[in-house]
């Protein structure tokens, strides 16, 4: 890989602050960077949609601050969260979603399809499960060592290339964690019309070891998924694991029509407002300051990357 | 196995690659000995190279996409889908995943892998077993297609699909397999005088005459190859019409320089292809050729492909479904009628 690989465990250690204080820190700023998105998209500065994360924050601290260097992650739609822990790079990011050269792709894959160092994402549902299950398989064969984390969502449940790739990593013995982040609603439609039966059956059907967790507390997801990732280095095996979780922004920009009682009900749990009572106020002030400080940084300076040029951004890959 | 043949050449190929390469792996359905896959392409390689022979569940997405992931982390994948025709199932993982990630990714990554597919009919499979679908996977962007035939050397063109670092969808075909090579020596394969273009991908120009004379220009591929040569032959011997045949293996770009090396004496154009004519490799081939050449033709183009309905398992339903050597010596007539002649 090109660029350098970041390592967010050692990242999470090198951070001033109890663990309960970086967590928020890093929330505080995948909070702000997709709420400045949302300005952005008003202001009709970008283009295209975005997937916000709002409310989901906890799950990206909570799973990725345990990868090393050399770990791989494959994301989906839904990838800014994960992206920002995994790499702490809000202006390369910032840069792809204003279609800049000098963002994470150069401006050609925008808020669904990015890469960074080991960082992948895509924009189908379903179809990168199995990529990410290769990757695990390669990152074996090789003897790397790495694992590699692969996130879906509750409606990702309904494609069936999904079951191939946990039949594939099961019989294969991948190296993978596959993270369920069901946040209740695929896109506009709710669960219980999408979803038949139980969702860590689905993982145990296939002899991976699977596990649930219903959470949005950013150090009890911290604590539950540190021996489970432990445990697929050590085994090398997979492992399937359901965060039930809560999606407080609507899908793709403005199209929530979800009732507006059970959104609210659920913003009293989500994860800033979880952890920020155990914190000093002060400290939490810091800390969206510098969230602030950081996006609007990123901000000026991707704004002042040029936008790609045709004549050298239309050639095919050889 | 014989290196003599075409299903000899693909096979020591990939025993060659896998000795060679360790980042080579092979996957797909029952290609494990003593059964070695379902057309024998893999047979040995298991025995050979078991960590790097993985027999698959019926998962031609899942397993597809796995291999995909594979080649974006290094390694060199070769997918066997054992029909053709189910090359659909993973259709999703070659359009939006193994042809996006190098482009969309600004090149961070690249996806060198191969997915061979045996196409085609003539052995009464059926409806669903028998197909030649390579046109719907022409023309996605990051997404190579090429064929093999006997005028080319089989394993040495797949040799460097494995070797590329792009997506290709390799294709073979069935009735080909146990055919023998026919390569050229000096530019002559018996009374044939061949030329072809450099690269790995080569096109072939045959023909019968030392490319003086013309009256007709055949440009076909895989499986159609050996019948367009076929009727070439006949064409001279019992019509003494001189026909031009064009072969390609890339079907991802048309043969233009060898087509306009041939129309320039022929000026008549026959495409043949053993799947259907709407959107196919014959029709981009007739629009090149116009926007090309336009001023080369001197008769509408003609094309000789499939009946555009399902393969019939019966055997005279299929041979009247699928183009025949006759098929291709009667629309090589009637576009070199006399009164068609310039």
Known sequence: MSETQPDPRARLAAMSGTLEERLYGQMALIRRFEERLLELFEDNELVGTTHCYIGQEANAVGVLNHLAAGDVVFSNHRCHGHFLVYADRADLLLAELMGRAGGLVDGRGGSQHICFADFHSNGVQGGLVSNAVGMAMAEKMKGTGAVTVVFLGDGTLGQGIVYESLNLASLWGAPILFVVEDNEWAQSTPRRLELAGDMVSRGRAFGIESGEITSTDAMEIYAHFGPIIDRIRTTGRPHFEVIHTYRLCHHSKSDDKRPRAEVEARREREPLRVTGPRLNPEVIEGLHVEAGRRVAAAETWARALPLPDPETHLEAPQ | ?342
């Open chain 2, 1 to 342: 196995m014989r290196r003599s043949t075409v299903l000899g050449s693909l096979n020591s190929s990939l025993h060659d690659a896998l000795r060679e390469d360790e980042r080579v792996l092979v996957l797909g359905e029952d290609l494990l000995d003593p059964y070695g896959g379902a057309f024998k392409v893999t047979r040995g390689l298991s025995t050979a190279f078991p960590d790097r022979v993985l027999t698959t569940p019926i998962s031609e997405a899942g397993f597809t996409g796995v291999a995909v992931g594979m080649a974006m982390r290094g390694l060199r994948p070769v997918v066997e889908i054992m029909f053709g025709d189910f090359l659909t199932l993973a259709a999703d993982q070659l359009l939006n995943h193994a042809a996006k990630y190098a482009w969309m990714y600004a090149s961070k990554v690249s996806v060198p892998l191969v997915v061979r597919a045996p196409m085609g009919g003539r052995r009464g499979y059926g409806p669903t077993h028998s197909q030649s679908i390579e046109k719907h996977f022409i023309g996605m962007p990051g997404l190579e297609v090429v064929a093999a035939h006997p005028f080319c050397e089989p394993g040495a063109l797949l040799r460097s699909c494995i070797d590329d670092d792009r997506p290709t969808v390799f294709i073979e075909n069935k009735l080909m397999y146990a055919r023998a090579l026919r390569l050229a020596d000096g530019g002559r394969l018996g009374d044939l005088y061949i030329k072809q273009t450099g690269g790995d991908r080569p096109a072939h120009l045959l023909s019968y005459d030392p490319f003086v004379h013309a009256d007709v220009t055949i440009a076909a591929y895989g499986g159609m190859a050996e019948m367009a040569v076929s009727a070439a032959e006949r064409l001279l011997l019992d019509e003494e019409i001189v026909a031009d045949v064009v072969l390609a293996t890339d079907l991802s770009r048309a043969p233009i320089e060898l087509l306009g090396d041939s129309l320039s004496r022929s000026g008549r154009l026959l495409t043949v292809e053993e799947g259907g004519a709407t959107c196919g490799w014959g029709a981009e081939l007739i629009s090149q050729v116009s926007e090309h050449c336009f001023a080369l033709l001197q008769a509408a183009p003609v094309r000789v492909c499939a009946r555009e309905i399902p393969i019939a398992n019966s055997r005279p339903l299929e041979e009247a479904t699928l183009p025949q050597v006759d098929d291709i010596v009667g629309a090589a007539l009637a576009l070199t009628l006399p009164s068609e002649r310039s």
